[in-house]
């Protein structure tokens, strides 16, 4: 390890980067009034008026449609059931290809699994990190339904480009916005922009409900659909008059009231926790950005949302490799935090691109005969070279944009970027 620890230069203080943690007494308030009514979850899994949840589910979507200017927004217990539940919509099936991305949480590229769909990965471009056009194009065939866009660490994807691709080709958009809740691509939310969204209110996201998500959509037909496959579709479909019956094997996706409740009061805090997050990052953009092995993301028609920030280090430029600048980063930060011994929460690289898992490395999901994998369909290593370089010599990410953060902690994590920086020959 470098000797590159802080040795007094640095000011030393404790609990330098509290936990993100945006529950107070309003959400508490508004439990303890479902806990009180003693209606914790409203819904019935047949047709009927409680088919669509109770009051909070209920008042809950309509707060994400005005916020989120969209026509449907349909509440999940996830964004990994909300995906899936997108691509049932769609009707997506066997034999169809959807194209996926490699860089993300698993969900976002197995989802086309649960409807015996095969996923093609799509490399990624720089910067934004959204699909590669080139490498886009080149995984389209005739089998080819759907594309899954990812705006992975809250960065909106070129979504022009993509959806002209898929208007050629007649695909629906499928847009992964669980790292990217208030995003916005030429000043439209991300997730209104293709023919799905899906939000995550996971624990550690922008705004929670502990566990849950949300679906969007302007078109009636969607709507219709993802609300069936979120609430027991075989036993409604007859009753409610369905004739279509492809994809409407249900599932029990639904929200509870108390996590609607939560959810009511959590969007309240969005647009403020965006504004703090972009400040913060600006200020790392400008710090950091002077140094020439230091590749910051440059935005043009895209408001970032900041789930994580992420740069790109040129090892050629600065002669030494991203992980020993990152390690070096890290002694200096945990002389001066005290985060229960949990480390300091900056990655090298993100998670293992998602080819390279076993399940696709040996083509197996749910038995050995499953037919959604082709044998035409390469997860071999170097299908995403992007990815790869991405993952394994030049990205790292870091969340020291989030609340509640002060300016203060912000500049003492630049000063300990800047140290680094400024003594890179002591890592040669």
């Not at 409604?236 to 639904?254: A, C, D, I, P």
């Not at 913060?280 to 950091?288: G, P, Q, R, S, V």
């Not at 440059?298 to 920030?309: D, I």
Request: with cysteine; hydrophobic share 35%.
């Amino acid at each position: 390890m470098p000797k590159l620890a802080i040795n007094g230069g640095t000011k030393i203080r404790t609990k330098l980067f509290p936990r993100y943690n945006n529950i107070n007494e309003n959400e508490i308030d508004e439990v303890v009034k479902v806990m009180k009514k003693g209606i914790l979850s409203k819904y019935l899994g047949a047709w009927h008026e409680d088919f669509y949840g109770g009051e909070k589910v209920q008042e809950f979507e309509k707060a994400w449609s005005e916020y989120f200017n969209i026509k449907h927004s349909i509440s999940v217990n996830s964004n990994t059931s909300g995906l899936i539940t997108a691509l049932g919509a769609c009707g997506i099936g066997l034999g169809d290809e959807v194209i996926v991305s490699p860089y993300s949480m698993s969900i976002s590229a197995s989802a086309p699994l649960f409807w015996n769909a095969t996923p093609v990965f799509c490399d990624l471009e720089a910067n934004t990190y959204s699909f590669c056009i080139k490498s886009l194009k080149k995984a389209i065939t005739k089998n080819t339904k759907a594309i899954v866009v990812v705006h992975i660490f809250g960065c909106p994807s070129n979504m022009k480009e993509i959806q002209e691709v898929a208007k050629e080709h007649n695909l629906y958009v499928i847009e992964d916005c669980a790292q990217a809740p208030g995003a916005k691509y030429d000043e439209k939310n991300v997730g209104t922009l293709g023919d799905i969204g899906v939000f995550s209110l996971n624990y550690h996201k922008h705004i929670h409900t502990g566990e849950g998500g949300v679906c969007v959509t302007n078109s009636d037909d969607l709507a219709n659909k993802m609300q069936l496959i979120r609430n027991h579709a075989e036993s409604v479909v007859e009753n409610k008059g369905e004739t279509q019956l492809s994809n409407m094997l249900g599932f029990n996706f639904r929200l509870t009231e108390i996590q609607a409740a939560i959810g009511i009061e959590q969007l309240k805090k969005l647009q403020s926790e965006l504004e703090i997050r972009q400040k913060y990052a600006k200020m790392y953009d400008e710090a950091l950005g002077k140094y020439p092995f230091i590749k910051t993301t440059k935005l043009k028609n895209r408001t970032h949302s900041y789930y994580v920030q992420a740069f790109e280090f040129l090892e050629d430029i600065a002669k030494v490799s991203r992980d020993k600048f990152i390690m070096a980063v890290k002694a200096e930060l945990e002389a001066v935090q005290d985060r229960e011994n949990e480390g300091v929460p900056i990655g090298q690289g993100y998670v293992k691109p998602i080819y390279l898992l076993p399940m696709f490395q040996n083509k197996i999901a749910y038995n050995k005969q499953n037919f959604a994998f082709k044998d035409e369909i390469s997860y071999e290593k170097g299908i995403c070279p992007n990815v790869e370089k991405f993952h394994y010599k030049t990205l790292w990410t870091h969340d020291f944009t989030r609340s509640p953060l002060s300016k203060e902690d912000v500049n003492d994590v630049i000063n300990a970027y800047v140290k680094v920086c400024e003594n890179l020959d002591e890592l040669k």
